[in-house]
C-alpha cells in the first residue's frame, strides 16, 4: 500500500481550525480526492470542500470510513460517542490519552498525533504515536496525512507527544510573542508601528527561511553571531548568562 491508496477517511471536526487545515493539505498535496472524504461538525459547512459529505452523525462518518480522524476539542470529545472497531483511529486532540480515546471508542489500533496550526500552509511538524495494534499501513497512512502537512516524526512514547504539545504544538504562538515584544520595543523607540511591524515580521519569515534552507541546530546559528563579535555578541551571552 502507498500513501491512503483507495482509503476513506472520516474527520470529525472537519470545519474547525486544525481539521480543516489538514483536510485543504490533502486535497491540495494531492493525497485524497473529495469523494473519499466524510466529514462531520455540529454547525452546518454547506460549500465547504465540495465533493465531500457533510453529516452531523459521527457514527455515520465512522461506518463510511475506514480512518476516522478525531479534531474535536478535548472537552467536547465525550459527545463523541461511536463505535470505531475495526478502523484505525488518529486524534489530534491535546492530552487526551490513548486509554481514554480506547475506552470510549472501542478501537485497539489509535495514533495520536499533534500537528500545530502552521498546518493551514502546509508548513506543521507533526510527532505521533501509535498503539502496538496499530499495522505497518497504520503507520504509513499516518505518515501520509501528516506529511501533507508538513514534516512530521514517529514516536515511541505517549509521554513525548504530550511533551511536544507544548514546545511544536504551540506553532507560531511562542516565536509570534517573542516578535510582538520587539514590535512594542520598537513602536516605544519611535519606529512607526507599519515598519515595525514589516520589520518584524520580515524577521520571522527570514529566520524561518535560514532555518529551512541549512537545516541547522538553532544552537549553531547563534554562536555563530556570538563568534562573529558584532554588536549582538554582548546581548546574546547576557541572555545565556541569564538562562534563555
Ligand atoms: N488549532 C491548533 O493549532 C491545534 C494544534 C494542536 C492540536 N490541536 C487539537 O485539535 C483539536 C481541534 O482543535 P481546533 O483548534 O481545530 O478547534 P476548533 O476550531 O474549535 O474546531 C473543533 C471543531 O470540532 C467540531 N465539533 C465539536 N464537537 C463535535 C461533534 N460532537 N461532532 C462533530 N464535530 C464537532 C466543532 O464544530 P462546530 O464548529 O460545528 O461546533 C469545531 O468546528 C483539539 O483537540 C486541539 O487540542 C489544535
Known sequence: MTGLANLRLGVVGGGGWLGKAIVQCLLDSGTITPDRLYL???????????????????????????????????????????????????????????????AQLHSDRIIRALPNAAAEVARSHTPWVATPACTDNDRIAARTIFEACGKADELTQERQVDYLAAISGTGPAFPALLADALRRHAIAHDIPAEVARRAVNTLLVGTGRLVEAQDRCPADVVDEFIAYQGMLTAALETMKADGL
Open 40 to 102: 462531520s461538525s455540529r454547525r452546518p459547512r454547506a460549500g465547504l470542500f465540495p465533493g465531500a459529505t457533510w453529516t452531523h452523525d459521527n457514527q455515520l462518518l465512522v461506518d463510511n470510513s475506514d480512518i476516522v480522524l478525531v479534531s474535536v476539542r478535548p472537552g467536547d470529545f465525550a459527545a463523541v460517542e461511536v463505535d470505531t472497531q475495526g478502523k484505525l483511529v488518529i486524534s489530534v486532540m491535546a492530552g487526551v490519552s490513548f486509554a481514554r480515546i480506547q
